[in-house]
T-cell receptor
Framework: DAGVIQSPRHEVTEMGQEVTLRCKPISGHDYLFWYRQTMMRGLELLIYFNNNVPIDDSGMPEDRFSAKMPNASFSTLKIQPSEPRDSAVYFC?????????????FGPGTRLTVL | QKEVEQNSGPLSVPEGAIASLNCTYSDRGSQSFFWYRQYSGKSPELIMFIYSNGDKEDGRFTAQLNKASQYVSLLIRDSQPSDSATYLCACFSNTGNQFYFGTGTSLTVIP
């Protein structure tokens, strides 16, 4: 298996622009997680899905952030409009079964820079 | 107060020594605990998980859990330069049905 795939790997954009991050989870995994990592705040869970349904989006910082999972093999995280404070590394992770005892496999991340 | 607290370090140990990484958590509803290793510029990867009080050993790694003290630790025996990385402690809380990560401890093993 190729593992969790994320694109793009790097994104540089200007404040106010729309940014879309993409993720393909490992085949057969029914949980998908979106995280944001910064030096100051560490790794923060933004939202997670189970069987394509959003379960908890309490970590989404603002209405500017939205996430979708139209099918079992694809998810997007969108920021509109983007702001410099959104600059971070965004990770997607997937797991099989309940997250409490199951390993999450992380993608390589998308490094977002908002100028 | 953050749900998971770690000393950010950096922690430096000589090659061959034991590295001790510590983590505390605030939610008593947390049931399972994870240690992830993250090399610079890479994504986190799972080293171990533990959910029962006591010790769990896997090769050179030992995870220790004390639920009464809300404390988790990771011991790395015979540390190698390749162990140099940031180690993230995480817990899964049944209360919030959520994962919480600490900010990580940076470890450097000096040859």
């Amino acid at each position: 298996d190729a593992g969790v795939i994320q694109s793009p790997r790097h994104e540089v954009t200007e404040m106010g622009q729309e940014v879309t991050l993409r993720c393909k989870p490992i085949s057969g995994h029914d949980y998908l997680f979106w995280y944001r990592q910064t030096m100051m705040r560490g790794l923060e869970l933004l939202i997670y899905f189970n069987n394509n349904v959003p379960i908890d989006d309490s970590g989404m910082p603002e209405d500017r952030f939205s996430a979708k999972m139209p099918n079992a093999s694809f998810s997007t995280l969108k920021i509109q409009p983007s702001e410099p404070r959104d600059s971070a590394v965004y990770f997607c992770a997937s797991s099989r079964g309940s997250g409490s005892y199951n390993e999450q496999f992380f993608g390589p991340g998308t490094r977002l820079t908002v100028l | 107060q953050k749900e998971v607290e770690q000393n950010s370090g950096p922690l430096s140990v000589p090659e061959g020594a034991i590295a001790s990484l510590n983590c505390t958590y605030s939610d008593r509803g947390s049931q399972s605990f994870f240690w992830y290793r993250q090399y610079s510029g890479k994504s986190p990867e799972l080293i171990m998980f533990i959910y029962s009080n006591g010790d769990k050993e896997d090769g050179r790694f030992t995870a220790q859990l004390n639920k009464a003290s809300q404390y988790v630790s990771l011991l790395i025996r015979d540390s190698q330069p390749s162990d140099s990385a940031t180690y993230l402690c995480a817990c899964f809380s049944n209360t919030g049905n959520q994962f919480y990560f600490g900010t990580g401890t940076s470890l450097t093993v000096i040859p």
